[in-house]
């Protein structure tokens, strides 16, 4: 497990490296001198040298590089253009609600996603399973922000069961929650009936039944354990697919979120914030999937042995 | 018809002969090819279907509800929501061919050189891969945005970007599973060069893979730029590109729901069409699902 453990870890810190390399090349990917777009359109000639030397950019861009890596891993993400505040504790105070939302996302998604897809599978062929299928299809096909503007109008216009938008209280999650649940869970749905399908045409399922158990203990006991195995690596992909969606569902109930910082950021052309917002969620997304990895491997130690 | 031998064979001989019986008896396939068939009639019809000009609006017939003379309504500025909804489609066409076709182009060639040619090749355009990745969702898609700026042409790489890897991965694994197979060993006993076993053997045997990704993709790459625009950062209002339209909607949600309900529903159909039939066509061309 450890020898596996290492493997993983040596594996993903070139993607690291080349997230970082990717977030520090948006500014010199930007048209025109980092030095202006940092200070200005109007920033006089004395103010442009000052603004290339306090950042580093008479230096060479290897050398920008690696200050921006030190920095970076110093938890120093540079100053936010607008608003003057460290671009880290910007992150700071918005990060955790939009992880909050991306992870109630997670367990809307589970609960529905997992329950449809065991449905499905057990009563293969049936009409519950075309219907779950079918509801499936459409859950990853409605774009993200018009449910959110759908269930924002029946259930907080019409049926004002939940505020409009805004944060707060746990009301205010539930929605968003929900809308960006959706589209995960019907990932997870049909994930759930495949891996179920699978494992119930194994031998061990029929020895179960042979023995005369219930049908109730032949799944949830004995097929649904293995079946949960290939669905914990979705669960990560979900999960980091809930930050990006977080963007959109942010934008719809103007929640106080990093996918908003980022949205903002980018309209302010903001670009140490964009930059530092997008090294967060990429490193945070990466662990994620290296966590579910690992606890993949756990479950099943035939991986950890490829 | 006349030839008997033909007639006597239970279905069309040879293998797209084949594939086309198994595609046309699976509904998913039929029921989402409906679809995108009516959606690029749809694109290709516009302006002949419109009933007014989707730019120009009359004032004193701002936000009206479906009516006899406007039938999905008006807009805030008094435009019919129809003819928009119809030019919309123009517009989302233009982005998904041009965005699939070079998520294709660069991730095909991408997964053709990594599967072929193996060793570090591979483990360095699997690696950047990896990094794209990286960013997950729309996230990618904004970052090129933040560095290129807004604007139709923009929205169409960042979305392409966005689906390179997915396109990458798929023909890799093809080309792998191909190239140890003894069909492409013979080719090479005989002497064909890597150029004529790439583009005469390992691509034409990707094409099934290859064509249920681009359909699968190209649902994905309209859910991108349409979220683009609903952000504000993809294709810029007046355009009637049915993000930027349900964007500019949301202000009038309450008197006026129509207004940003229609193009998203335009959105979710054509997205679900391009689903159903990327479905439809893996069950049928993946000759592992067959029985």
Not at chain 1, 98 to 102: D, G, P
Not at chain 2, 24 to 33: I, L, Q
Not at chain 2, 59 to 66: I, S
């Given at each position: 497990?450890?020898?596996?453990?290492?493997?993983?870890?040596?594996?993903?810190?070139?993607?690291?490296?080349?997230?970082?390399?990717?977030?520090?090349?948006l500014?010199?990917?930007?048209?025109?001198?980092?030095?202006?777009?940092l200070?200005?359109?109007?920033?006089?000639?004395?103010?442009?040298?000052?603004?290339?030397?306090?950042?580093?950019?008479?230096?060479?861009?290897?050398?920008?590089?690696?200050?921006?890596?030190?920095?970076?891993?110093?938890?120093?993400?540079?100053?936010?253009?607008?608003?003057?505040?460290?671009?880290?504790?910007?992150?700071?105070?918005?990060?955790?609600f939009?992880?909050?939302?991306?992870f109630?996302?997670?367990?809307?998604?589970?609960?529905?996603?997992?329950?449809?897809?065991?449905?499905?599978?057990?009563?293969?062929?049936?009409?519950?399973?075309?219907?779950?299928?079918?509801?499936?299809?459409?859950?990853?096909?409605?774009?993200?922000?018009?449910?959110?503007?759908?269930?924002?109008?029946?259930?907080?216009?019409?049926?004002?069961?939940?505020?409009?938008?805004?944060?707060?209280?746990?009301?205010?999650?539930?929605?968003?929650?929900?809308?960006?649940?959706?589209?995960?869970?019907?990932?997870?749905?049909?994930?759930?009936?495949?891996?179920?399908?699978?494992?119930?045409?194994?031998?061990?399922?029929?020895?179960?039944?042979?023995?005369?158990?219930?049908?109730?203990?032949?799944?949830?006991?004995?097929?649904?354990?293995?079946?949960?195995?290939?669905?914990?690596?979705?669960?990560?992909?979900?999960?980091?697919?809930?930050?990006?969606?977080?963007?959109?569902?942010?934008?719809?109930?103007?929640?106080?979120?990093?996918?908003?910082?980022?949205?903002?950021?980018?309209?302010?052309?903001?670009?140490?914030?964009?930059?530092?917002?997008?090294?967060?969620?990429?490193?945070?997304?990466?662990?994620?999937?290296?966590?579910?990895?690992?606890?993949?491997?756990?479950?099943?130690?035939?991986?950890?042995?490829? | 018809?006349?030839?008997?031998?033909?007639?006597?064979?239970?279905?069309?001989?040879?293998?797209?002969?084949?594939?086309?019986?198994?595609?046309?008896?699976?509904?998913?396939?039929?029921?989402?090819?409906?679809?995108?068939?009516?959606?690029?009639?749809?694109a290709l019809?516009a302006?002949?279907?419109?009933?007014?000009?989707?730019l120009?609006?009359?004032?004193?017939?701002?936000?009206?509800?479906?009516?006899?003379?406007?039938?999905?309504g008006?807009?805030?500025?008094?435009?019919?929501?129809?003819?928009?909804?119809?030019h919309?489609?123009?517009?989302?066409?233009?982005?998904?061919?041009?965005?699939?076709?070079?998520?294709?182009?660069?991730?095909?060639?991408?997964?053709?050189?990594?599967?072929?040619?193996?060793?570090?090749?591979?483990?360095?355009?699997?690696?950047?891969?990896d990094?794209?990745?990286?960013?997950?969702?729309?996230?990618?898609?904004?970052?090129i945005?933040?560095?290129?700026?807004?604007?139709?042409?923009?929205?169409?790489?960042?979305?392409?970007?966005?689906?390179?890897?997915?396109?990458?991965?798929?023909?890799?694994?093809?080309?792998?599973?191909?190239?140890?197979?003894?069909?492409?060993?013979?080719?090479?006993?005989?002497?064909?060069?890597?150029?004529?076993?790439?583009?005469?053997?390992?691509?034409?045997?990707?094409?099934?893979?290859?064509?249920?990704?681009?359909?699968?993709?190209?649902?994905?790459?309209?859910?991108?730029?349409?979220?683009?625009?609903?952000?504000?950062l993809?294709?810029?209002?007046?355009?009637?590109?049915w993000?930027?339209?349900?964007?500019?909607?949301?202000?009038?949600?309450?008197?006026?729901?129509?207004?940003?309900?229609?193009?998203?529903?335009?959105?979710?159909?054509?997205?679900?069409?391009?689903?159903?039939?990327?479905?439809?066509?893996?069950?049928?061309?993946?000759?592992?699902?067959?029985?």
């Open positions: 497990m450890i020898a596996y453990i290492t493997r993983r870890l040596l594996l993903i810190a070139p993607v690291l490296l080349g997230v970082s390399i990717g977030s520090f090349a500014l010199q990917l930007v048209p025109g001198d980092p030095a202006m777009i200070a200005g359109q109007e920033a006089t000639e004395e103010v442009l040298t000052r603004i290339r030397h306090e950042h580093g950019l008479d230096q060479p861009v290897p050398v920008q590089f690696l200050v921006y890596l030190r920095n970076a891993v110093r938890g120093n993400l540079g100053i936010s253009i607008q608003s003057r505040q460290p671009v880290a504790t910007l992150i700071a105070q918005r990060f955790p939009t992880l909050r939302l991306a109630l996302a997670i367990l809307v998604s589970a609960a529905l996603g997992v329950v449809a897809g065991i449905v499905a599978a057990t009563r293969r062929n049936s009409m519950l399973d075309l219907a779950a299928l079918l509801g499936s299809l459409v859950g990853i096909s409605l774009p993200i922000f018009w449910l959110g503007l759908l269930m924002m109008l029946v259930f907080s216009v019409r049926l004002q069961w939940f505020p409009a938008g805004g944060s707060g209280t746990a009301t205010h999650l539930v929605l968003p929650a929900l809308v960006l649940g959706a589209s995960s869970s019907a990932v997870i749905a049909r994930m759930t009936r495949a891996s179920m399908l699978e494992v119930l045409r194994q031998d061990y399922v029929r020895t179960a039944r042979a023995k005369g158990l219930r049908e109730q203990i032949v799944i949830y006991r004995h097929a649904l354990k293995n079946a949960m195995i290939p669905i914990l690596t979705v669960f990560g992909l979900e999960f980091g697919y809930n930050l990006g969606g977080a963007v959109l569902t942010e934008t719809v109930f103007s929640l106080p979120g990093l996918g908003r910082l980022i949205v903002e950021g980018i309209f302010a052309r903001d670009y140490p914030v964009v930059q530092g917002a997008m090294l967060v969620v990429a490193t945070t997304f990466v662990l994620v999937n290296l966590l579910t990895d690992i606890a993949y491997a756990f479950f099943d130690p035939r991986i950890r042995y490829e | 018809m006349s030839d008997p031998a033909r007639a006597a064979a239970p279905r069309g001989s040879g293998f797209w002969a084949d594939t086309l019986h198994r595609v046309v008896r699976n509904r998913a396939a039929v029921a989402g090819g409906t679809v995108v068939v009516l959606f690029i009639a749809v019809f302006p002949v279907l419109s009933p007014y000009d989707p120009k609006g009359r004032l004193g017939e701002r936000l009206r509800a479906p009516s006899g003379a406007h039938w999905l008006t807009d805030e500025l008094g435009r019919d929501v129809l003819s928009r909804v119809l919309g489609a123009r517009i989302t066409v233009q982005i998904q061919l041009a965005a699939v076709g070079l998520a294709l182009a660069v991730g095909a060639a991408l997964g053709l050189a990594a599967g072929y040619i193996g060793r570090w090749v591979d483990q360095l355009i699997m690696r950047l891969m990094i794209l990745m990286a960013f997950p969702g729309i996230f990618l898609a904004l970052a945005i933040a560095a290129l700026g807004t604007g139709l042409g923009n929205v169409i790489i960042a979305a392409g970007i966005f689906l390179v890897p997915q396109f990458a991965r798929v023909v890799r694994a093809s080309v792998l599973t191909l190239k140890d197979m003894e069909f492409v060993q013979a080719a090479r006993a005989l002497g064909q060069g890597d150029f004529a076993i790439v583009f005469r053997y390992l691509l034409p045997n990707s094409l099934a893979p290859i064509i249920v990704q681009t359909s699968l993709r190209m649902a994905t790459v309209l859910l991108t730029a349409s979220g683009l625009s609903f952000l504000g993809g294709v810029q209002p007046p355009s009637p590109e993000g930027a339209m349900l964007s500019n909607a949301r202000s009038y949600m309450i008197t006026a729901p129509h207004v940003a309900m229609i193009p998203g529903l335009a959105i979710a159909l054509v997205v679900l069409g391009f689903n159903l039939l990327g479905d439809g066509l893996r069950d049928s061309l993946d000759p592992r699902l067959r029985e």
